[in-house]
DNA sequence: CATACAATCTTTACAGCGTCAAGATAATTA
DNA sequence: TAATTATCTTGACGCTGTAAAGATTGTATG
């Protein structure tokens, strides 16, 4: 049945989460099946069982690059506006456009993802998810930089995360109608609450 | 194989709907399948098709009753705290209490949802989400009392429903280790963005 | 080099799923 | 009472995830 010149596929595992992260941004959680995968492999269907004990662990692979894909960009945003005045609202901005450009990636990462992400300024968590650790590392410097009240920093990193991360969830949403031009007005939604750094 | 008096059900829609938010609310949607549902009700397999045309179909009437659940609660915290100063913070609190009792409600509305929500303070839209709608009354009432500046109205209501809804989106995840006394904090997480009304 | 072993892939099989079609039963209408 | 309609059952189909057994290839060991 299967057309290869070889027996074995050589890069079976490296192709299963290529063409599985493929099928996530295309058609969504909803219909992804393994089967598939294996099929857009040149794989029979039970050929990923030698690489990943079941579909939930080649998700999480999936969800691991797709995660490291996301903070890049978040790094990248602050390799460019990381040292002006609205780079938070730059920082959102580019959380929030991510995630517009790949909308099957929210729900996938936010709601299948099986990654402890600790908000919690906890001194015990060494490798915490890392696109929060980005945003974190940023607001804290901001805050810094006009002596933002020592004891409300983490709150408020917490609370400004929620936000950004709100308007990433509700933008993202197919049913949802958000504001016409959300990408011009973040820097104002972010305003809307005067924090004296922002 | 089916033990019941009459061959007929009488009420099998209504019960359908029932066992089906219970299954929802305790196994969550990843579980979810219609057979199940149908086991519930002591029916065969194929019954639930004469009362819905699918799977989506039997969904979707399953979020319209939480949704009027959900909405009914919003209502009932302006009852209770619609005139105090701090109207707004319990209101959001409600919001993030309603799906921390019901984690798997969160999902199941925000990510499979078909129904329109419009967020966008369009004049055409005659039914809108009701939660929406719910919270969009208090708020704009409460900035009328404080004379918020009129063009900043609609930027500032969209701006707070995301940041509740991020909190509640972040809050419900299992695998999110959020604030651990969100629930205390939620005010000062308002506060943090120092809103003249709020 | 030859043999044994491990890794990788295929085939077959099974239960659960959504859905459709045909038939059975009961309620409603004519 | 007879015909029609609504409701429910049964059986079937293709799809799914997954396990077991067998085939093929790569690797290590003598």
């Not at 029979?44 to 939930?56: L, T, W």
């Not at 969830?169 to 005067?194: G, Q, R």
């Amino acid at each position: 049945m299967i057309e290869r010149e070889t027996y074995h596929h050589k890069n079976l595992k490296n192709q299963l989460i290529d063409k599985g992260i493929e099928l996530v941004s295309t058609e969504g959680l909803k219909s992804f099946s393994l089967r598939k995968v294996a099929v857009a492999c040149g794989v029979s269907h039970a050929a990923p069982y030698s690489h990943f004990q079941n579909k939930d662990e080649l998700l999480n692979a999936l969800q691991s690059h797709i995660t490291a894909e996301f903070s890049k960009a978040l790094e990248d945003t602050i390799t460019i506006y990381g040292a002006s005045a609205d780079a938070l609202a730059h920082l959102g901005k580019a959380y929030v456009v991510f995630f517009i450009d790949n909308p099957h990636y929210f729900s996938f990462l936010y709601t299948q993802s099986t990654v402890q992400i600790d908000l919690s300024f906890s001194e015990e968590v060494s490798h915490n998810y890392p696109p929060f650790e980005t945003f974190k590392g940023l607001a804290l410097k901001l805050m810094d930089k006009t002596a933002y009240p020592k004891e409300k920093k983490k709150d408020t990193v917490i609370a400004l995360w929620s936000f950004i991360h709100g308007i990433a969830s509700l933008a993202t949403m197919k049913n949802v109608h958000y504001d016409e031009n959300w990408e011009e007005k973040i820097s104002d939604f972010i305003c809307v609450f005067n924090c004296p750094f922002l």
